[in-house]
């Protein structure tokens, strides 16, 4: 895909984000390409939603993020408007979504803007809510102190119409998750569940997520739900914390809403969509989760490795009883032709092609002398 404009998202915080942000710029510069710095802003500022911050880019088809997951997914929010594609460049501890190391990103531009990378990819989340999300005055610093600015409230999608029951259409595109959490740590938030228009069990929890299979490596993860594989297409719901017996994350079909009703009586909730607090919810207020027809576009040089890298993100080891065994080898495939049969399955390269599996990158050091400035 030849590169006409790019957007340039950077993690400000991390000096090698900032040096390879100029390599970036620099290559634009020498290729005729407009490249423009988005989702940028300074304490006490506000930060523009996913359409305006297109408009201000003037619309790139491929948006660089410069960090690690979280940078990627403030790119991802802004590409997912306009189906750009999404470069990762890899600074972060424990990513799955970043593709290149920091020093291999010129060379990784070169292979979008000469048609020699793919494109994968990934079903996101949308919304529609009993009313248009809002933020309270003074909520906002209360609950995000210590860091940047929040995102504003989403804007309403033009499929919002009023009065006929379905609420209004939010124009959200997540990537990870949308998470319902309580406001008060003395007060959890009750909800009723339903999946597929059909009451699943009202909950009293400390938080409720609804994840992609993308976003189950995220918090779905962390609160003890399943890993599933990017390439399915899902909606997984798991329960944070809940009071009750059947704690246990439901997989769902990809068109299958899952609606969240806040019960009279409980307290406040707040709304995130990929970590970002986006809205409050009162009792008696609703939102609906659902797979949307848009796609996140992620620029892929190789094939990737998932499953080795879920490995070593999660430094998972061994059991100890197999250890007389010895070390599994990496792969599990022969060599020779794949059978008839099998030809439709997604399987690793043969040990002869090693060099098309994706190795995950290598982490970047700055020169010598900028390293002794940063001390």
Not at 44 to 66: F, I, K, N
């Amino acid at each position: 895909m030849p590169v006409r404009r790019l957007g340039l998202v950077v993690h400000q915080g991390r000096p090698l984000a900032v040096q390879a942000a100029e390599v970036v710029r620099e290559w634009c510069g020498r290729n005729g390409i407009g490249c423009t710095d988005i989702d940028v802003w300074k304490q006490h500022e506000h930060r523009r939603g996913g359409m305006a911050e297109l408009q201000h880019a003037g619309s790139p088809d491929l948006v660089v993020t410069l960090g690690g997951d979280g940078t990627f997914l403030r790119g991802a929010r802004i590409a997912a408007k306009n189906d750009a594609a999404v470069l990762g460049v890899d600074l972060g501890k424990v990513g799955f979504l970043t593709e290149v190391a920091c020093s291999d990103v010129e060379a990784a531009l070169e292979a979008v803007h000469n048609g020699q990378a793919t494109i994968e990819e990934r079903m996101t989340l949308t919304m529609r809510a009993s009313r248009p999300l809002e933020i309270p005055t003074g909520m906002d610093a209360l609950l995000r102190f210590g860091h940047g600015p929040s995102l504003p409230p989403p804007g309403l999608r033009p499929e919002t119409t009023e009065g006929d029951g379905w609420g209004v259409a939010l124009d959200v595109t997540a990537l990870n998750d949308v998470v319902l959490e309580k406001l008060a740590r003395d007060h959890q938030v009750s909800l009723g569940v339903y999946m597929a228009g059909r009451l699943l069990a009202s909950y009293s929890a400390d938080a409720v997520i609804v994840a992609t299979p993308t976003g189950s490596t995220a918090y779905s993860f962390a609160a003890g739900g399943p890993i599933l594989s990017p390439n399915m297409e899902a909606v997984v719901f798991t329960p944070v914390a809940p009071h009750m017996t059947f704690n246990r994350t439901v997989v769902a079909a990809p068109d299958e809403p899952v609606g969240l009703r806040v019960l009279p009586h409980s307290g406040q909730a707040a709304v995130s969509i990929d970590g970002q607090l986006r809205g409050i919810l009162d009792p008696g207020d609703w939102i609906g989760v659902f797979g949307s027809v848009r796609r996140l576009r992620l620029v892929r040089l190789r094939p990737t490795d998932f499953y080795g890298r879920l490995r070593d993100r999660f430094r998972l080891t061994d059991a100890p009883a197999t250890g007389i065994d010895g070390e599994s080898d990496s792969v599990f495939r022969p060599d020779t032709p794949v059978p008839a049969d099998m030809a439709h399955l997604r399987l690793p390269p043969p040990r002869t092609a090693v060099d098309q599996i994706v190795p995950d990158p290598v982490p970047c050091e700055l020169p010598a002398e900028d390293a002794a400035e940063q001390s």
